[in-house]
């Protein structure tokens, strides 16, 4: 997992605040994905994108939730006015230009606590 | 409505015996399918995968069984070890195997191992 580098590890937000989750795929990826697992739950598809494109965001809520990958730097994921629901743990993946037999490499996620 | 299914939230196995974790599936889309092995605090990690084309595949300790017909599928672990207790989420996916593009993985809810000594 030390190869896709998610951060903050764990962030806390207040009702209502904006949070933001940081993605650096593994070297030599150039797709990225988005999951949630919610508490008791497996984890669920959110968002895939390329570079400075979004291919397939048909998991994201429609309301507060948005992504993006830029040309540079991480990939971030943007909840805005957070509410306690939103509390999970979000997993950010990354795989080279076909994803191999394995799927893909996940990162070891950033747990969002919302209070 | 939940696609792929691990209807055991729980195992508990002693070390040295075999470990089998079941996984059932509704979606006949599904044609490839991986076991990912999870420990607390981190992220999910590839453990073995296998193709609708076969019934079977071994990598040392681990096994997984597919039976397409009655779209199930098992990861047998021989013989089973401390070190092997964590969540194992079964997950699903559409022409992954052949690369034509699919990259969404649909997951189970996941099953705890706890290996005694």
């Known amino acids: 997992n030390a190869g896709v580098m998610q951060n903050p590890r764990h962030l806390v937000r207040r009702r209502g605040q904006e949070a933001r989750l940081r993605c650096s795929p593994m070297k030599g990826h150039s797709h990225v994905y988005w999951y949630r697992q919610l508490p008791e739950e497996g984890l669920k598809f959110m968002v895939y994108l390329q570079k400075e494109n979004i291919i397939d965001e048909s998991g994201m809520p429609k309301e507060r939730f948005s992504a993006e990958f830029p040309k540079e730097g991480p990939s971030i994921l943007r909840i805005q006015q957070v509410v306690r629901g939103d509390s999970a743990a979000y997993f950010c993946a990354s795989s080279p230009d076909r994803p191999p037999s394995y799927g893909y490499t996940f990162g070891s996620g950033t747990r969002l606590t919302v209070v | 409505d939940q696609q792929v299914k691990q209807n055991s939230p729980s195992l508990s196995v002693q070390e040295g015996r075999i470990s089998i974790l079941n996984c059932d599936y509704t979606?006949?889309?599904?044609?490839?399918f991986l076991w990912y092995k999870k420990y607390p605090a981190e992220g999910p990690t590839f453990l073995i995968s296998i193709s609708s084309i076969k019934d079977k595949n071994e990598d040392g300790r681990f096994t997984v069984f597919l039976n397409k017909s009655a779209k199930h599928l098992s990861l047998h672990i021989v013989p089973s070890q401390p070190g092997d207790s964590a969540v194992y989420f079964c997950?699903?996916?559409?022409?992954?195997?052949?690369?034509?593009?699919?990259?969404?993985?649909?997951f189970g809810k996941g099953t705890k191992l706890s290996v005694i000594p």
């Open positions: 979606n006949s889309m599904f044609d490839y």
């Open positions: 997950a699903a996916s559409t022409s992954l195997y052949s690369g034509a593009g699919s990259y969404q993985l649909t």
